[in-house]
């Protein structure tokens, strides 16, 4: 097995990035992988306790679609997130500094209808991406189930509707699924596989354009028989890895 791709999401369901490599630390989350998180007006978030909470609380994909057709530059050094979206101009800005916190929420506004809930603010958690999973997880993700995916829809699937941290090639379709326990070795860093993920609505929205247009949780029951694509890892042991790594089981 190799790595195909490395991806990582600076701002939780607010963009995408694609890497050449990174060093991943033991017991963390991929660094610069959902360090912020938007708020809305129902969160419940403690800012003077920050603590990792679930992503009901946050502006998110699944029920907001538009968000989902954004890409993303983070500069490590600033600190500094740029957006792109194809409906809206470009935006740079610092998620730290609250009067460009306020710019954003006005260049993201309009992706984000009101009934489904208003952006507010952007929060972080020190040491910690917000994932999905209360795990602090790195998300592995085989190309070959994708393929198998998208050849049972009725129009080609992107790669980035599962927004994963780690794709990797040569394994047989769906062989991930069955690494529940077991450790990984991929480039220098080794991985405790220890959840399948169960995918939401998000994936049915196009990640270019931000609509749904496709029905892929549909495709993974009628077809597959579950609605999971994807494992959950935890790093149990620190190292590097970059595209074209080598990954094993251990």
């Given amino acids: 097995m190799h790595v195909a791709s490395l991806h990582r999401y600076p701002i939780k369901s607010h963009g995408r990035e694609q890497i050449d490599a990174v060093t991943l ?43 989902a057709g954004i890409w993303a530059t983070l500069d490590e050094t600033t600190r500094q997130v740029s957006l792109r979206h194809a409906d809206l101009e470009d935006i740079s800005f610092h998620p730290d500094d609250a009067d460009d916190v306020v710019r954003f929420l006005t260049w993201v506004a309009p992706l984000c209808p009101p009934e489904r809930g208003t952006p507010s603010g952007i929060v972080s958690v020190p040491g910690r991406g917000m994932t999905d999973s209360p795990l602090a997880s790195v998300s592995i993700m085989n190309t070959a189930s994708h393929a198998d995916v998208a050849s049972k829809m009725d129009s080609p699937i992107e790669l980035e509707r599962w927004r994963g941290n780690i794709f990797l090639d040569d394994t047989p379709a769906w062989a991930e699924l069955e690494w529940i326990g077991r450790d ?37 029951n009628t077809h597959f028989g579950h609605q999971d694509f994807g494992v959950y890892a935890e790093v149990v042991t620190s190292g590097s890895l970059s595209v074209g790594a080598k990954a094993e089981l251990l």
């Avoid at 989350?29 to 007006?41: I, L, Y």
């Avoid at 991929?186 to 354009?209: F, H, W, Y």
């Fill in 25 to 67: 630390i033991e017991g963390q989350t991929m660094p610069w992988d959902r360090v912020w998180a938007v708020t809305h007006e129902a969160t419940k978030f403690d800012v003077a306790s920050p603590a990792w909470i679930s992503c009901r609380n946050f502006m998110i994909g699944s029920r907001t679609p538009g968000l």
């Fill in 184 to 220: 990984i070795r991929i480039g220098d860093a080794v991985l405790r596989v220890r959840e399948r993920i169960k995918r939401c609505s998000v994936t049915n929205t196009n990640p270019v354009s931000g609509v749904r247009d496709t029905d892929t949780l549909d495709t993974l």
